[in-house]
């Protein structure tokens, strides 16, 4: 069987498999360290493919939803409907260098909500295969403390590469630029330097921090370790503003079929049975925040992106095209179970709902209780079993039986938790339950 190496520091050999075109795009110089000269020309270059990103972003400032838990499928079904093939071609390169920026923060299965689901990687793949683009790389870095090279073997890319023999970059062994933006210097990893076209494959997660991690955040794995805690001791918001500036995505495709309720690293796992596209980061993170029960405004970073021209956070109904309809999500195969979630689930009446319409009730309830409103709350009515049913309060179109019910089919997060504070606020003794 081939066999891909993982690759860093500028070694960028193979053994056992066909020479990729990859390599000779890279810079030169090579090895973890600043490098020391050049700086102007990877703040030129950075400048240049942001210049890209703007005409690519013109006019198709648009999101892209579809339902399912077929991440392959998905993710070819997104790049087709956005026509990514016209986008690279107005790159008007023969074969540019495609990176792939998947979140594989932690050595875990995409099961357990922090890392992004290889299937879709290889949608991602076959697509830019089927339009001719062979020159393709998955560039990454665990987290601080965690071992890249694991989370490609575990994470199930190592055998991805090997099925397309491609390399795998692990920024932790790559060398570094220094660039500054918005007065702020910071360092990226080398090899981004050389790609003229990026598709970051974020997955939608709660974060401890900084509430949201998704598509401005997981930008970070493209930095090294010692300017990750750089970026910690800064607060998080700015730098990533400010990194998404100098190293624009353009294409975002988000993992949203199993995320997480509470933490960037996993373990308490949400499936939501859906993916994400979009070509500006910032109108996905506004929308993705709404998702998980947040709204842009919270996310200091988001508005920060937006100041600094990155994306638009202004994402109206009138900007999402729904590819398929939510029904066809329908809650097969839950998630892996975990205390947090169960312990939302006692005040959730289930009755056939989509996983998309569920997650979004689950991402709610975890909102109430950290509002400190959840224990007020009578238990909420969601699913299609509910049609025709009457309850008490109900969330979706389904549950319209109900005294009180959220609209949408499904309705975001955000929708559920303003309409259940409201009628707490409203029904003061509404603890009963
Ligand atoms: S409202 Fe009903 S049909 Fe619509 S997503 Fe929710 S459960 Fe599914």
């Not at 890209?52 to 579809?66: G, Q, T």
């Not at 991602?124 to 870095?141: D, K, P, Q």
């Not at 099925?163 to 090899?191: H, N, Q, R, W, Y």
């Not at 980061?281 to 842009?296: F, H, K, M, S, T």
Request: charged fraction near 25%.
């Amino acid at each position: 069987m081939r066999q891909s190496k993982i690759l860093g520091g500028g070694c960028f050999r193979e053994m056992g498999v066909a020479p990729a075109p990859f390599p000779r795009r890279l810079p030169a110089a090579a090895g973890p360290g600043l490098l020391p000269a050049g700086a102007a020309c990877a703040q030129a270059k950075f400048r240049a493919r942001t210049a890209i990103c703007d005409i690519i972003s013109m006019a198709m400032e648009k999101l892209y939803v579809i339902y399912g838990s077929k991440g392959e499928e998905m993710a070819r079904a997104i790049m087709e409907r956005m026509n990514i093939a016209r986008d690279l071609e107005l790159l008007k390169k023969d074969q540019p260098l495609i990176c792939l920026k998947p979140n594989l923060v932690v050595a875990q299965p995409a099961q357990w909500g922090a890392t992004t689901d290889p299937d879709l990687v290889k949608g991602v793949i076959g697509y830019l295969r089927e339009h001719g683009y062979t020159n393709i790389a998955i560039m990454e870095s665990a987290w601080v403390g965690d071992d890249t090279a694991v989370a490609f073997e575990v994470c199930g890319y190592r055998q991805l590469a090997a099925e397309f023999a491609m390399p795998l970059v692990d920024l932790k062994k790559d060398g570094a630029v220094a660039v500054t933006v918005d007065g702020l210097e910071l360092e990226i990893c080398a090899s981004l330097l050389a790609v003229d076209y990026l598709i970051n494959l974020p997955v939608l997660k709660a974060h401890c921090q900084t509430k949201l991690t998704c598509a401005l955040k997981n930008l970070k794995g493209c930095i090294p370790d010692r300017e990750k805690r750089r970026f910690h001791r800064l607060g998080l918001h700015r730098p990533i503003a400010c990194l998404n500036k100098v190293l624009r995505s353009h294409l975002t495709i988000v993992d949203g079929i199993i995320g997480d309720l509470t933490y960037e690293g996993g373990g308490t796992p949400v499936r939501m049975d859906c993916v994400i596209g979009g070509r500006d980061p910032v109108a996905v993170d506004a929308y993705a925040a709404e998702l998980i029960g947040y709204r842009a405004s919270e996310i200091e970073y988001i508005g920060l992106a937006e100041r600094l021209g990155v994306g638009c956070a202004a994402v109206g109904a009138e900007s999402i095209v729904y590819l398929n309809r939510r029904q066809e999500a329908r809650r097969d195969e839950p998630a892996l179970a975990s205390e947090a979630v169960d312990y939302l689930r006692r005040w959730i009446l289930e009755r056939e709902a989509c996983s998309p319409c569920y997650a979004a009730l689950v991402y709610a309830l975890r909102r109430l209780k950290e509002n400190g409103r959840l224990e007020k709350l009578p238990p909420v009515c969601i699913g299609q079993g509910w049609k025709g049913h009457a309850g008490k309060i109900g969330v979706g179109a389904c549950t319209r039986g109900c005294r009180r019910h959220v609209p949408g089919c499904p309705p975001r997060a955000g929708e559920i938790v303003a309409a259940l504070q409201s009628w707490l606020d409203q029904w003061p003794g509404s603890g009963s339950r």
